[in-house]
Structure formats: C-alpha cells, structure tokens
C-alpha cells in the first residue's frame, strides 16, 4: 500500500497510474510512483509540479483513484490561496498555529 497525497492506493491503482502517467508524457512522475513501489515506500511526496502532472491524468479518474484527485486538487488549491498566518487577537493573546 502507497500513500499520496494522504490516499492510500492499492498496487494496482499505482501500476494503472503510472501507466497513464507514461503515457500522458510525465514519465518523471511516473518513475517516482514505481521506484517507492517497488522499494516498498509507505509515503511518496510529490512536488506542485508533479501534483499537477498527476491531476492532469486524473481528468476523469476510474473510481479506485477519485478520492486521490479530490485530495491534490484540494491541496493545490490551498497552496494557490497561499497561507497566511492568524492575526493576534486585540487583547495581545497569544495564537498557537502548528505549520505543516
């Protein structure tokens, strides 16, 4: 099992995306995928640019890999909006924020 993007994908959804990876012109990508596959990787962590490469064959994705696009393209969208840290509070109180 791989996780991307916090998505857990079978061996089998990893091989077919790959595939369409290879096939779409994004074999970096696809090389990523199935090197932590086949090094039995847990987590793969993917570039902005790679999300997109994924999200690009991920246009009309078999259901097995929908809750993957769901997830990069929520988080390509968070990183678009940019992140902007809390404001402190009019009576100076301190504000706890844990940056990923």
């Known amino acids: 099992m791989l996780v991307v993007a916090g998505t857990r ?5 990893v091989l077919a ?4 990876l290879t096939r779409h012109g994004s074999d970096r990508t696809a090389r ?6 086949v090094h039995g990787h ?3 962590a993917l570039t902005s640019e790679e999300r997109e490469s994924l999200l690009a ?3 009309r994705p078999p259901a097995s890999l929908a ?3 769901r997830a990069l393209f929520d988080e390509l969208n968070w990183q678009r909006e940019g992140l902007v840290p809390p404001s402190r509070s ?4 301190r504000v706890n924020v844990a940056w990923v």
Not at 17 to 20: C, D, K, P, Q, R
Not at 90 to 93: C, D, P, Q
């Open 67 to 69: 809750d993957l696009r």
């Open 42 to 44: 847990v987590f793969v």
């Open 17 to 20: 995306l790959a595939g369409m």
């Open 32 to 37: 990523i995928l199935i090197e932590a596959l």
């Open 9 to 13: 994908l079978s061996r089998e959804d």
């Open 90 to 93: 009019r009576e100076g109180e």
């Open 57 to 59: 064959v991920l246009d």
